[in-house]
T-cell receptor, first 108, second 125 residues
């Protein structure tokens, strides 16, 4: 099983600032890495797949990068609607599909 | 509106059973693989089960294998999760999610591109 580790667990950021979230895989997952945003009471939303491909309709301030075992999600200028929990997920070696434990982006 | 809607959640006793449903509206699930994912209180997302578009290929997380059964009815545009021998640790919000596929090749992409809002399962005596 591929273990996904996200850091930090919580990120306190002011609106307009840049946020960088990290995700590490216990073994290479190539570029088979997705990022999801999850707000309380809402459906999780796919942001990025293929490590860096933004889903249609996702704002350009969301950028994914990395390959192999090290990945990051950067939100260039945080908007109020971006405060949420973010999960990375590998889909290279399955089953099981595995998620990181999440990074909560909160208002500073 | 394109959406997945889960139902069937509620309170169950340890050892009890529940059946979750995931109904699609505004879209056809027939060509898509589908999954269930859960989020326990204070924890992250955990993949639970997968079913291929044809209904014959299924996978389960070790934590639910032998207790949960995934199925689908493409005529009803729905996916189901039969949950037996429930345990306290099954308490979670359960989400159904669609597995994206490449329209040109017909191959599944294996990430989850559309999710429902979830249904809460509480297992407690």
């Amino acid at each position: 099983e591929v273990v996904m580790t996200q850091s930090p667990a919580t990120l306190s950021v002011s609106p307009g600032e840049r946020a960088t979230l990290s995700c590490r895989a216990s073994q290479s997952v190539s570029s088979s890495l997705a990022w999801y945003q999850h707000k309380p009471g809402q459906a999780p939303r796919l942001l990025i797949y293929g490590a860096s491909t933004r889903v249609t309709g996702i704002p350009a301030r969301f950028n994914g990068s990395g390959s192999g075992t090290e990945f990051s999600l950067t939100i260039s200028s945080l908007q109020s609607e971006d405060f949420a929990v973010y999960y990375c997920q590998q889909y290279y070696n399955w089953p099981p599909w595995t998620f990181g434990q999440g990074t909560k982006v909160e208002i500073k | 509106e394109v959406q997945l809607v889960e139902s069937g959640g509620g309170l169950a006793q340890p050892g009890g059973s529940l059946r979750l449903s995931c109904a699609a509206s505004g879209l056809t699930l027939e060509n898509y693989d589908m999954t269930w994912v859960r989020r326990a209180p204070g924890k992250g997302l955990e993949w639970v089960s997968y079913i291929g578009s044809g209904g014959t290929t299924v996978f389960y997380a070790d934590s639910v294998k032998g207790r949960f059964t995934i199925s689908r009815d493409n005529a009803k545009n729905s996916v189901y999760l039969q949950m037996n021998s429930l345990r306290a640790e099954d308490t979670a919000h359960y989400y159904c999610a669609r597995v994206d596929y490449d329209i040109l090749t017909g191959f599944s992409m294996f990430y989850f591109d559309l999710w429902g809002q979830g249904t809460l399962i509480t297992v407690s005596s």
